[in-house]
């Protein structure tokens, strides 16, 4: 008995997607999305160092970044309960992935990796040893 994904007496041309196989019917990332998003990060940023000078010195004293992550989850979470904005994710991650490769990109130009040469024979036996006891570990673990 042959099984069929489509709803029964429905021919699989007339089956309409929806959702996310449907991305013309999404919100698109324009430069107005992308304007919002980076004065959000910009008021998450402001807000975020703000806090963590106050806290600097007292027992309650985090990393700027942390303070900042707190900011931008309760400001995103309070904006989208209230109704009064709601965070476009995708921009928010597209940008995201931009300043990741921009900071790889300016981490790996400045990498010296002359200097770095004479860490290359101890880091191959390093590898060489944790390949050989993950292969006993392995070997070990099918014989006993």
Partial sequence: MKH????????EDSVQPSGFEKPESGRLITSL????????????????????????????ELPNFVCVLFV???LSNTLAF??????????VSVLGNVSLSLFLAM???SLRLWELASLA???LAILAVQTLVMALY???????
């Fill in 4 to 11: 069929s994904s489509t709803p029964e007496g429905t021919p």
């Fill in 33 to 60: 999305v992308m304007i919002e998003t980076i004065a959000m990060i910009a008021i998450c940023l402001s807000l975020g160092q703000f806090i963590a000078g106050l806290l600097n010195g007292t027992v309650f």
């Fill in 72 to 74: 931008g989850v309760i």
């Fill in 82 to 91: 209230s109704g009064f904005y709601t965070v476009f994710e995708r921009a």
């Fill in 107 to 109: 981490a790996l130009m």
């Fill in 121 to 123: 024979l101890p880091m």
């Fill in 138 to 144: 392995a070997i070990s673990s099918l014989t006993g």
